[in-house]
């Protein structure tokens, strides 16, 4: 320590520092009261490797404990009693069940009351196709350079913002024996005087129109955000290629929204199978419109058939996780470069 305190002072001497400063830095260094009179706190021991090895791939469970707790809670095991229920015959008030295998899902396809809300499902599908349709039309004309353009894109996206049961009740009126419909109609020399939901075609057909005009909105937000997203420079060299407004959109904008319309697409096929609100509202799954959903809510609260109501519930999702699954492997969802 004196070799080291000498070797400090002389080095003080040469650059003009004074002895007494000179030592009590080396002091400093060896760990005891330098000029502050504080210690100087010395790194303590490594972790070792393999418990930082386990901190550090147990931290990103720990985030998500919480999350994956609710997941499981509120998600995974109800759908496991689902399926356990789908075999049973349980009423869902009875604490006795029997075991009656796949009896419930036998008459979900066997029995024709049962089977035809499939074909109920069939009027909203076909909606939905037009429901893309009309929305990627007007996504595509209000995403380039067209008058009043904000005001046509709320107008378009309201009728998404308000809520199902209020639009049940405004188009229960819409269409009842000489409600809006037939006023409207009869302003254009049409005279009918009649009940639209009152028969089995009719009152699928005027639902399904609801369909449309209710979801159209959410279709025509999901393609414009991708249309927007299309680098501009695309359309200005096709235009200087001589492109029109059809080559453009079949070229460049078709491409790029691929995802997108694969999205609707699936969102379409549940939405048609799963359509409640609405019809439920409006006619409560009489006259030929009761769907899915509906027939599952009166076998499970109306007909005390949980165990039934739980086989059509398995139906619905393995129906759509199909779906989802051939349209992934039909249409691969591959970045697209258009550049």
């Known amino acids: 320590m004196t070799d080291t305190a000498s070797e400090a002072t002389s080095q003080a001497a040469s650059v003009g520092v004074p002895p007494a400063r000179a030592k009590s830095r080396a002091w400093g260094r060896r760990g005891r009261p330098g000029r502050a009179g504080a210690p100087v706190a010395l790194p303590g021991p490594a972790p070792r490797p393999w418990r930082a090895r386990l901190l550090r791939g147990a931290t990103p469970w720990l985030f998500m404990a ?4 609710l997941l499981v809670t509120f998600t995974y095991a109800p759908v496991a009693n689902m399926v356990a229920y789908s075999f049973t015959d ?3 008030v009875s604490p006795e069940l029997s075991y009656t295998g796949v009896g419930n899902y036998v008459d979900i396809f066997t029995r024709p009351e049962l089977f035809q809300v499939f074909f109920v499902s069939l009027y909203y599908l076909a909606a939905s196709v037009v429901q893309i349709a009309a929305a990627l039309y007007f996504a595509t004309i209000l995403s380039f350079n067209t008058r009043f353009r904000n005001f046509f894109k709320g107008v378009l996206f309201f009728p998404y913002l308000i809520n199902g049961v209020a639009i049940g009740f405004v188009f229960l009126y819409f269409f009842q024996d000489g409600g809006t419909l037939d006023s409207v109609l009869a302003l254009f020399g049409v005279d009918t005087d009649r009940a639209w939901l009152s028969t089995s075609t009719s009152a699928n057909v005027s639902l399904a129109g609801v369909s449309v005009w209710r979801f159209m909105g959410l279709n025509f937000v999901l393609f414009l955000g991708a249309i927007q997203s299309i680098p501009s420079e695309l359309y200005e060299a096709s235009e200087l290629d001589g492109a029109n407004r059809w080559q453009q959109f079949r070229h460049i904008i078709a491409p790029g929204i691929r995802p997108i319309i694969t999205l609707s697409a699936i969102l379409a096929i549940s939405g048609s199978l799963s359509a409640f ?3 439920y509202i409006m006619t409560g799954g009489a006259t030929g419109t009761e769907t899915f959903v509906i027939q599952t809510v009166k076998l499970a609260f109306q007909f005390n058939k949980t165990g039934l109501a739980s086989a059509a519930a398995v139906v ?8 989802t699954w051939v349209q992934r492997r039909l249409v691969p969802d591959d970045k697209v470069d258009l550049v």
């Not at 919480?66 to 707790?69: D, E, I, S, T, Y």
């Not at 619905?316 to 779906?323: D, G, M, N, P, Y």
């Open 66 to 69: 919480a999350a994956l707790v």
């Open 90 to 92: 349980w009423d869902g």
């Open 277 to 279: 609100e609405v019809p």
């Open 316 to 323: 619905l999702l393995l129906i759509i996780l199909a779906v």
